[in-house]
Antibody, heavy 118, light 107 residues
Framework: EVQLVESGGGLVQPGRSLKLSCAAS????????MAWVRQAPKKGLEWVAT????????YYRDSVKGRFTISRDNAKSTLYLQMDSLRSEDTATYYC???????????WGQGVMVTVSS | DIQMTQSPSLLSASVGDRVTINCKAS??????LNWYQQKLGEAPKLLIY???NLQTGIPSRFSGSGSGTDYTLTISSLQPEDFGTYFC?????????FGSGTKLEIK
């Protein structure tokens, strides 16, 4: 059974950093691209970043470019999202997702909440 | 960026009804259109991929159609467990974008 479990969320002040993790199991992690998708409270879904199966390619939405870094450790079957210079508009539930056919998402984690507030 | 416009934003229907949800892209997305269902407090679930392909385990009452810029999700006979919010999603080009969602309520 595919499982994705996010961790690392919490309350953080504007301008500070936070690192999210996503532990994957139930599939060969190194075979799949992976992504982060977020959802602000009572809002829609917003793709954040995608990383290729081997970590060689990354893609970001403009609003997080230069502030967020997606990475992975295939030996640990773990996906990461380093979030720097956080803003109030980054407040959201962050979902880890497996990318099928390299790009769209078939399995999602349960999400982790990130609140950026002073 | 490709904008995805969903309609209606709120839909109230009865068990057994045929329900349709529409999604319009701001440019041609070449059928790279998925539909997701999300229930309160849960992660989204993939229903349909590439316009009309049913994800494994999804009931056959769900179907999708469309081309170019216009796409539709149809539930042929609404069941009580189908409540939730439905999102369309384009993966034709970066940045990947979602529709704003259609909240489906069961009367």
């Amino acid at each position: 059974e595919v499982q994705l479990v996010e961790s690392g969320g919490g309350l953080v002040q504007p301008g500070r950093s936070l690192k999210l993790s996503c532990a994957a199991s139930g599939f060969t992690f190194s075979d799949y691209n992976m992504a982060w998708v977020r959802q602000a409270p009572k809002k829609g879904l917003e793709w954040v970043a995608t990383i290729s199966y081997d970590g060689s390619s990354t893609y970001y939405r403009d609003s997080v470019k230069g502030r967020f870094t997606i990475s992975r450790d295939n030996a640990k079957s773990t996906l990461y999202l380093q979030m720097d210079s956080l803003r109030s508009e980054d407040t959201a539930t962050y979902y880890c997702a497996r990318a099928i056919a390299a790009i769209y998402f078939d399995y999602w984690g349960q999400g982790v909440m990130v609140t950026v507030s002073s | 960026d490709i904008q995805m416009t969903q309609s209606p934003s709120l839909l109230s229907a009865s068990v057994g009804d045929r329900v349709t949800i529409n999604c319009k892209a701001s440019q041609n997305i070449n059928k790279y259109l998925n539909w997701y269902q999300q229930k309160l407090g849960e992660a989204p679930k993939l229903l349909i991929y590439n316009t009309n392909n049913l994800q494994t385990g999804i009931p056959s009452r769900f179907s999708g159609s469309g081309s170019g810029t216009d796409y539709t999700l149809t539930i042929s006979s609404l069941q009580p467990e189908d409540f939730g919010t439905y999102f369309c999603f384009q993966h034709n080009s970066w940045p990947l974008t979602f529709g704003s969602g259609t909240k489906l309520e069961i009367k």
